[in-house]
């Protein structure tokens, strides 16, 4: 009775096999056969994470369904499809007991994919017992669809995708119900590379209430830049904000600078963001771990393994010679962000772990050359300590923060 509550899914699992083998063997399992066979598939369920996304072939015919499920699977080499054979003649309502069924056995599935031989589609969603679970429903049934649908499962495919692509096999009717909510999603983007982005990240996780159901994750700042708005983490998630060191171009989600946490300057946008997600007491607390974990020294010390003390020094005083041989005084943001980006790309370079990617790099070293001298004069000391050379990749990063300045802007 104890594993008939805590264990439902496994219990109707080993029920199935019970009936299976009474159909077909002509013979039964007795009770304690059936409970060591439920505590086995427990243990063994335990140990893989469950199916986020399955599909489910529903057949007429003795073995229509299970035939086709396990060929695609054979094929593709994992279990993407369940399948369930239909008597010749039956209702839309014993269709639909079967397909509710078997969803209770599918604790924590997202999304479903469901292919039917036969069958009105809005007559099959509607009687079916969902919370929270995207389903597709196609009217259409072949081998050469199974495989394309199965293998776009097992690849991750956007469910609008797969019924395109599976549409474009033959002529097809889908429908998706949307049910499921987007997480909601913080980003943490860094020019100066994923490790930063992923200690930022912790250190707003440590910000945020206890009990916050909102997420936090890195992104690699070069893939936002090239993507924009068309990256799949905007269609899988309710983005934000982005909180990073450098903003990607053509994002419209509101972007909150590090050197603007650091010095609380310009977070308006960032507190309205979260605002409607978090009571009133929930938004004093994460104001109030903003301002005590976003100090520049916690910062340096979240961010580098390097002695933050000696290496912020190196770094000021190398920003302050760049100002003089620029001929400009950078605004206190401007200063701030260069600190801990600064700081970030010499530990990495310490690392060999320096970015090679720069927008059009070759384009950069042309047109930019005075700036890169004065780059390499400012830091020559900085390189010589730590036993460096800041590539122009990197410099280029560097432009990028104080090309915004406004004071750099009025002197060029």
């Known amino acids: 009775n104890r594993l008939r509550t805590e264990a439902f899914k496994y219990f109707s699992l080993v029920t ?26 427990a243990r063994a369920g335990q140990s893989r994470p469950a199916p986020r996304r399955m599909g489910v072939i529903l057949a007429h015919g003795e073995s229509s369904a299970s035939s086709m499920a396990m060929c695609v699977n054979q094929w593709l080499e994992t279990h993407v499809f369940d399948a369930i054979d239909m008597p010749l003649f039956v209702s839309q309502e014993e269709i639909s007991r079967q397909l509710n069924d078997w969803l209770r056995k599918m604790e924590g599935i ?18 079916l017992n969902i919370r929270n679970v995207n389903i597709g429903i196609i009217n259409s049934l072949s081998l050469k669809l199974a495989l394309s649908v199965g293998q776009d499962i097992r690849n991750q495919t956007p469910m609008e995708k797969v019924f395109e692509r599976a549409k474009a096999l033959s002529s097809i009717e889908y429908h998706i119900e949307r049910n499921r909510e987007k997480p909601r999603m913080i980003i943490c983007s860094c020019a100066s590379g994923l490790g930063v982005a992923e200690k930022l990240r912790g250190v707003i996780v440590d910000s945020l209430p206890e009990d916050s159901d909102i997420r936090v994750m890195t992104y690699d700042y070069n893939t936002l830049q090239q993507e924009g708005m068309t990256s799949p983490v905007f269609e899988e998630n309710q983005v934000i904000s982005i909180v990073g060191t450098l903003k990607p171009e053509e994002i419209t989600v509101p972007f909150v600078a590090l050197e603007d946490l650091i010095l609380q300057e310009n977070t308006n946008r960032f507190d309205d963001s979260l605002r409607p997600y978090m009571e009133v007491e929930e938004m004093r607390v994460f104001k109030k771990n903003i301002v005590k974990n976003f100090s520049l020294s916690n910062i340096m010390n979240s961010l580098t393994i390097l002695n933050p003390a000696k290496l912020l020094e190196h770094v000021a005083d190398a920003i302050d010679r760049l100002q003089n041989r620029l001929g400009v005084s950078l605004g206190n943001n401007t200063c701030f962000g260069l600190y801990v980006h600064v700081s970030c790309l010499i530990e990495r370079l310490v690392m060999n772990r320096g970015i090679e990617v720069y927008g059009n790099a070759d384009a950069f070293r042309l047109e930019q050359q005075d700036f890169i001298q004065a780059v390499d004069d400012s830091f020559a000391d900085v390189q010589k300590f730590y036993g460096i050379r800041i590539p122009v990749e990197e410099t280029g990063y560097m432009y990028d923060y104080i090309k915004n300045d406004p004071n750099y802007k009025k002197r060029v």
Do not use: H, K, W
């Open 110 to 127: 997202e999304e479903l994919f469901l292919l039917v031989d036969l069958g009105s589609l809005e007559q099959i969603y509607r009687n």
């Open 16 to 41: 199935e096999i019970r009936q299976e083998v009474r159909e077909r063997l002509e013979t039964d399992l007795n009770p304690l056969q059936c409970l060591i066979m439920t505590v086995l598939a």
